[in-house]
């Protein structure tokens, strides 16, 4: 039973990474279709269509993860807590997953239905599938400044959508730009999106560091500190690679 408790934990921290990964794509992809390819004038029709394909891929993966993760979870609590199903299900991550499950439900009905116009629908389950993540954070768990912490980690997980989630869509778009020069203009609007995502993410990323870290010496002295100086890293030879 331990072994079993120990790939289903292991299998919970796979489909956690796995969510995460779909809701930077989904959202990403309404936030470049809404801010970059909405304000373009030239004939845009084959790029937004390309993206809501690409959003509906990630939306139909996120919705899929969700549920695994909250399986995996509930599973565990079973077995290692002896819980019941009603005491599960009344769980912060049951209600988590379910309103990602929804919201994930939302984004894959709006993009089907072929609108060329208006995608600003699209912000509602945008919205509602980042306030799913947050509410499964470690700042929910905090008992002292719960309510910035909330908020910071809602802009550090916004911005990180936003920038790394919307760059895929911008390869799509440059793909399938009609000339070179609209597909500078695409290039150019999405930079400012970046440069923007960039300084919230650093900035918000910086108070949670000291909020959960706390000191430099915890940054080498515990696992969770090496993760942020890893995060810290790869954040760094992000920047250096898009210079």
């Not at 990964?21 to 309404?30: E, M, N, P, R």
């Not at 700042?139 to 990180?160: E, G, I, K, W």
Request: proline content about 1%; some cysteine.
């Amino acid at each position: 039973m331990a072994r079993l408790l120990q790939v289903f934990g292991f299998l919970s921290v796979l489909f956690r990474g796995a969510t995460l990964t779909f809701q930077s794509l989904a959202v990403g992809g309404i936030v470049f279709l809404i801010f970059v390819v909405r304000r373009a004038k030239d004939d845009v029709v084959a790029i937004q269509e390309a993206c809501l394909r690409s959003i509906r891929r990630s939306a139909i993966a996120l919705a899929v993860m969700q549920i695994s993760y909250v399986l995996a979870n509930s599973l565990i609590l079973r077995q290692s807590a002896d819980m019941s199903v009603r005491e599960i299900a009344g769980a912060n991550f049951v209600l988590a997953g379910a309103i990602g499950f929804v919201a994930a439900l939302n984004v894959i009905a709006l993009t089907t239905a072929r609108r060329s116009s208006g995608y600003t629908a699209l912000l509602l389950p945008a919205v509602a599938i980042m306030a799913s993540s947050v509410m499964t954070s470690h700042s929910v768990a905090r008992l002292d400044y719960r309510v910035p912490l909330v908020a910071f980690t809602a802009l550090h997980q916004a911005a990180t959508a936003s920038w790394l989630g919307g760059l895929a869509y911008l390869l799509i778009a440059i793909r399938r730009a009609a000339t070179p020069d609209f597909a500078r203009q695409l290039s150019a609007r999405f930079s400012q999106l970046a440069l923007a995502s960039v300084a919230m993410l650093a900035s918000a990323g910086l108070v949670l560091g000291f909020a959960y870290v706390g000191s430099f010496k915890a940054v080498y002295g515990t696992s969770y500190g090496a993760m942020v100086a890893t995060k810290v890293l790869l954040f760094g030879l992000l920047l250096f690679l898009g210079a």
